[in-house]
C-alpha cells in the first residue's frame, strides 16, 4: 500500500473542516441508512432511537435533524435522507402541487398521531392594543384581556407556528377564515417566550403525545392547552389526551397519522434491501417496541403493514435478496 503523508492529507482535512456534513455521508458505514427526523428532543428523534436499540444490528441509522415533517419531506425529495417521518397530510399537500419526489415516496409503515398542541396563558393575553406611530411602545390603557381555552376563541389573534405547524396553521386559516395572523418560530422554546411576553396570543406546535416541549411545562408557567372544538376532516381525527402537570385533563387534539417513509428504491438494490430490511425488522419487534421501555406512541400502531393510502414499499422480496447477503457478510468475519 502507498504511504499518504500528512502534505497529502492536509487539503482532505481542510476540505472536511469546511463541510462536515459531506465528509461525514462519505465516511457512512455499510449498512446505512440516513433517516429525517425532528428537533433533539422530539418525538421522531426518540423513535429514530428506539428503532436503532432493536434494529441496529440489521441496518444502522444515521439520523438527519430537522425542524419535523415539512423538512422531512424536502430532505426526501432532494435524496438528502433515505427514510423519514411525516404527516399524511402534510405529504398530500406538497404532493398536490406536482413535487413529483414526494409523490413518489412509498410507505415502510404508519406510525403514531401528532397532536396539534394549542397553548396559550391561563391568565390570559392581551389584544387590540394601540401603538404608538412609527413606533413599538404602547398607548397606555389600550386593549383588553382575552382568555382563550378552546380553538374556536383564536379569532382574530396572532399565533406562533412552530415546525410542520407552520403549514397546518395556513392550511386552518384557509379553511376557516378566523382572520388569525402567523409568525414562524424556529423553536417551541422562542415560541412560547414570545407568547409569555404577549408578542402573539398562541402557539401551535405537534408532536406526538406526550410531546416533550409541553409535558416539561408545570402550572407555575402560566401555560394552558386549548381544547380543539370543531369536528375533523380526513385525514384528522380528534384525539383526547391529558397534560397533568399543566392541569390538562380529557383534552381534544386535532391528530393528523403518521407514516415512515421511503423513496422508491428499487427492490434488488443496495438501499432497497436494506429498507426492506428495515421494514421486516421494525414489523417482527412491533411486540417488543409496544410492550418494552420505549416512547409510548408505538402502542398507536394498531396495524403495522396499513398504508392509510399511500403505496407500499414492496420490501418482501427484497428482503430474501438481504438475507444471503448477511449470512455471507458474516462468514468473512466482518
Not at 438528502?80 to 412509498?106: R, S, T, V, Y
Not at 401528532?114 to 411602545?137: E, K, W
Not at 392509510?308 to 457478510?329: F, H, N, Q
Amino acid at each position: 500500500m502507498k504511504n499518504v503523508t500528512l502534505k497529502q492529507l492536509l487539503p482532505i482535512a481542510i476540505l472536511c473542516a469546511a463541510s462536515s456534513a459531506i465528509c461525514a455521508q462519505e465516511a457512512l458505514p455499510d449498512r446505512t441508512l440516513r433517516i429525517a427526523t425532528g428537533p433533539k428532543t422530539g418525538v421522531y428523534t426518540q423513535l429514530a432511537r428506539d428503532i436503532q436499540k432493536v434494529c441496529g444490528n440489521v441496518v444502522n441509522l444515521v439520523q438527519v435533524p430537522s425542524t419535523g415533517g415539512v423538512q422531512n419531506l424536502m430532505a426526501l425529495s432532494a435524496s438528502e435522507a433515505d427514510i423519514g417521518f411525516a404527516q399524511l397530510d402534510l405529504l398530500q399537500q406538497m404532493g398536490k402541487g406536482g413535487e413529483q419526489n414526494i409523490q413518489e415516496l412509498q410507505s415502510i409503515m404508519p406510525m403514531h398521531a401528532n397532536l396539534l398542541h394549542v397553548l396559550t396563558m391561563r391568565a390570559g393575553s392581551r389584544v387590540g392594543i394601540t401603538y404608538v406611530p412609527f413606533t413599538d411602545r404602547e398607548v397606555p390603557l389600550t386593549g383588553t384581556v382575552k382568555v382563550i381555552s378552546k380553538f374556536t376563541e383564536l379569532k382574530g389573534v396572532k399565533v406562533a407556528l412552530v415546525g410542520s405547524a407552520k403549514l397546518l396553521g395556513q392550511t386552518l386559516e384557509k379553511q376557516l377564515g378566523y382572520g388569525m395572523s402567523f409568525v414562524e418560530a424556529e423553536t417551541d422554546d422562542l415560541a412560547i417566550a414570545a407568547l409569555v411576553a404577549n408578542q402573539v396570543q398562541a402557539v401551535f406546535t405537534t408532536g406526538g403525545w406526550p410531546y416533550p416541549a409541553v409535558s416539561k411545562h408545570e402550572t407555575n408557567s402560566g401555560l394552558m392547552l386549548a381544547d380543539y372544538d370543531l369536528p375533523a376532516l380526513p385525514p384528522f381525527a380528534i384525539g383526547k389526551r391529558n397534560y397533568p402537570k399543566i392541569n390538562a385533563y380529557d383534552m381534544k387534539f386535532l391528530a393528523a397519522p403518521n407514516l415512515l417513509l421511503t423513496r422508491p428504491f428499487k427492490p434488488t438494490g443496495e438501499k432497497g434491501r436494506l429498507v426492506a430490511a428495515l421494514q421486516s425488522c421494525i414489523l417482527s419487534h412491533i411486540d417488543e417496541l409496544q410492550e418494552g421501555s420505549y416512547h409510548a406512541v408505538w402502542k398507536e400502531i394498531k396495524n403495522p403493514t396499513d398504508t392509510l393510502g399511500m403505496t407500499r414499499y414492496p420490501g418482501e422480496s427484497a428482503v430474501a435478496i438481504l438475507r444471503p447477503v448477511k449470512a455471507s457478510t458474516q462468514g468473512r468475519g466482518k
